[in-house]
């Protein structure tokens, strides 16, 4: 397969996620009844983002021409990918720069997240039969020639160990923040409540913290974020909810909520499930310039940085971590 003919599959791939027909229909319900965080609506959104902001000839074209990739390739080497299963299809990226650039992809899924990511690559390979060598499962990743590994610090520590001889990106946990100044529209506000509640919170992208001037007002925010009530009927997430109350309660540590977050004044930049944390600034110059080399920091929401609504929105040239994985491969 040449780079055009991958650049084809993953064009047909996207119409087939948008065309949502029975077989696509059926691993979506699969991979919900899996895991009880990947329900229907948050399953819809990621694969259709998927297919909408990488997957059409337009945005492929461009992509690949900024990389000055060859036809073929000529010197395929096999990449081991680890994935990550925080949200649906969170290790495809990965699994389309691997395939685009002309390496093998030696796939170990998420336990978590593993029947999408399968029944994407069984389709492509039921187009393209060729495609079954550049496309395979793993249990356990062994003798590959570089390797990409999405986890927590903990696994992180263990990715280092195994692949320190090979060519490797390793990512670790990660979050994002939003920074407000109190002239946001109630609209904004509202797509604030996406950044923090898509996903139950659980993507690197997804803002666990606010930054807010002294003497913010929150009133108009709970009110916004009550777009998601609805995720406290939510049994996982009601546990985690009744669970953080009950600590703060007994802690005596001062909350406000509007019965589905709960925002607590917290200076860590990760929040537990339910929670948002926030911070109160005096000048926002000197915030910036202090978020901008924290290593946990995935992204940064607000005025000046991304828009409101769009943390969970990347391009295809949105890399984790700030690392060019294309690059990375182009050039082994």
């Known amino acids: 397969m040449n780079l055009q003919h991958r650049i084809d599959l993953m064009v047909r791939l996207g119409k087939y996620i948008l065309a949502d027909g029975e077989e696509w229909k059926a691993a979506k319900e699969k991979a919900s009844y899996e895991n009880g965080w990947f329900i229907p609506a948050f399953i819809d959104l990621s694969v259709q983002r998927i297919a909408e902001s990488f997957l059409t000839a337009e945005i492929l074209n461009n992509w690949t021409k900024n990389y000055g990739l060859p036809a073929n390739n000529v010197s395929a080497k096999k990449i081991g990918i680890v994935m990550a299963g925080n949200i649906p299809l969170v290790g495809f990226h990965d699994f389309l720069c691997v395939f685009i650039s002309g390496h093998s992809a030696i796939v170990k899924p998420s336990s978590k997240d593993q029947t999408l990511i399968k029944h994407l690559a069984q389709k492509i390979i039921e187009w393209q039969p060729e495609a079954a060598i550049s496309i395979q499962f793993a249990e356990t990743l062994k003798d590959c020639d570089a390797y990409i590994a999405t986890g927590s610090n903990n696994s992180s520590r263990y990715f280092e160990y195994y692949f320190a001889k090979y060519p490797h990106i390793i990512r670790k946990?990660?979050?994002?923040?939003?920074?407000?100044?109190?002239?946001?529209?109630?609209?904004?506000?509202?797509?604030?409540?996406?950044?923090v509640h898509l996903y139950f919170g659980l993507g690197c992208r997804n803002v666990t913290k606010i930054y807010v001037p002294e003497g913010?007002?929150?009133?108009?925010?709970?009110e916004a974020f009550k777009k998601y009530s609805y995720l406290a009927d939510h049994h996982k997430y009601k546990n985690n909810f009744d669970y953080n109350l009950a600590i703060h309660l007994l802690n005596k540590k001062y909350y406000m909520t509007n019965g589905s977050i709960l925002l607590i004044e917290e200076p860590a930049l990760f929040s537990p499930i339910s929670q948002l944390n926030y911070e109160f600034f005096k000048d926002q110059s000197s915030l910036s310039a202090s978020l901008k080399d924290l290593p946990e920091l995935q992204a940064v929401v607000g005025e000046g940085n991304i828009l409101f609504g769009d943390g969970q929105s990347p391009s295809i040239s949105d890399y984790a971590d700030g690392i060019d994985t294309l690059?990375?491969?182009?050039h082994l």
């Open 173 to 195: 946990n990660r979050t994002s923040v939003a920074i407000l100044t109190s002239n946001e529209s109630s609209i904004e506000l509202e797509k604030l409540a996406d950044d």
């Open 216 to 222: 913010y007002d929150f009133i108009p925010l709970l």
């Open 327 to 330: 690059s990375f491969l182009s």
